[in-house]
């Protein structure tokens, strides 16, 4: 099994800050990106944090003018060890004015199951300053000789996580990785996880690179409507063993975004090598 950061990579391509000017008008953060996208197009700041850190900025406005709405985020001091310790002495405020000021919103964010468990009062605060309407664990991250009913211990936490940010306004997710689509004594991990988690205290956000290892977003989306919050975009070349642009792999994203809009799902980011972000706008735009 591939982990996500060996199937996303951590490629960056080395953009001047001359390059970084472009703004999309404010006016489109309400528009629909496409057709067949009827909401804003957003992006994953994983694959980008090295130029993140540097020019916060920048890198924002770099985003927008490649065709990008939204942006969601990574927990710069539950991600500190990952490279987001420089963002750290920023204010939840501040983080959202200059988000906003270069033609972006900002709705969700990635954070460690650590830091929602043991400082989540700290969490919160910061995701309310900042505009955020979904905190979302981006994984257990439990050991490979973990239990399921480790795992069963995992979700009633972040259950619990889920009634005090619900308190909040907040909405409290988790996002999957390769790993819980493996089986546990002839049981799929993720379907386990969705008979145990509080379906209105913790929503999901499905990772579409599964689709590597044959798991399919639109059947996940009809198997569990109104599950869904939101969905990290990627696509899969059998043939190359890597991912590439959306558009240019085997999702059939006309049925990915039908079946998407029809059980509820609010918000997309796509998640991949910085080169990829270009034509997977584009793709999305004409589609």
């Known amino acids: 099994m591939i982990n996500r950061r060996q199937f996303l990579g951590r490629s960056i391509l080395g953009i001047g800050s001359a390059a970084l000017a472009t703004q999309i008008p ?3 953060l309400a528009s629909p990106a496409s057709k067949a996208l009827k909401k804003p197009l957003g992006f994953q700041v994983w694959t980008v944090k090295d130029q993140l850190t540097k020019d916060f900025a920048g890198t924002l406005k770099m985003m927008a003018g490649l065709g990008y709405q939204s942006v ?5 001091p539950g991600y ?11 204010k939840g405020k501040e983080m959202r004015k200059i988000v906003e000021d270069c033609g972006l919103i900002l709705q969700s964010t ?3 199951f650590g830091e929602l ?3 989540l009062n700290e969490r919160i605060d910061f995701a309310l300053e900042s505009g955020q309407k979904q ?4 994984s257990f991250w439990l050991p490979k000789e973990a239990t399921m009913s480790d795992w069963m211990k995992a979700v009633d936490q972040l259950n619990e996580v889920g009634a005090k940010t619900k308190k909040s306004g907040i909405q409290t997710g988790f996002h999957n990785h390769h790993m819980e689509f493996e089986k546990m004594d002839g049981v799929l991990i993720y379907d386990k996880l969705m008979e145990h988690f509080d379906a209105d205290l913790v929503k999901m956000q499905f990772q579409v690179a599964v689709i590597s290892i044959g798991y399919k977003a639109a059947d996940y989306f009809k198997k569990y409507p109104g599950r869904f919050i939101s969905a990290h975009l990627a696509d899969w070349s059998p043939s190359e063993k890597k991912n ?3 558009g240019q792999g085997i999702v059939d994203w006309k049925e990915f975004f039908a079946s998407a809009e029809k059980y509820g799902v609010k918000n997309y980011f796509v998640e991949m090598d910085q080169e990829k972000f ?3 706008a584009i793709y999305i735009k004409n589609l």
């Open 72 to 76: 969601e985020m990574c927990s710069p």
């Open 135 to 138: 905190m979302i664990c981006s």
């Open 80 to 90: 500190e060890s990952s490279g987001f310790g420089p963002l750290m002495s920023m």
């Open 117 to 119: 468990r043991d400082n």
């Open 244 to 246: 590439v642009p959306i």
């Open 278 to 280: 270009k034509d997977s």
């Open 110 to 112: 990635h954070y460690g």
């Open 26 to 28: 404010m006016n489109l």
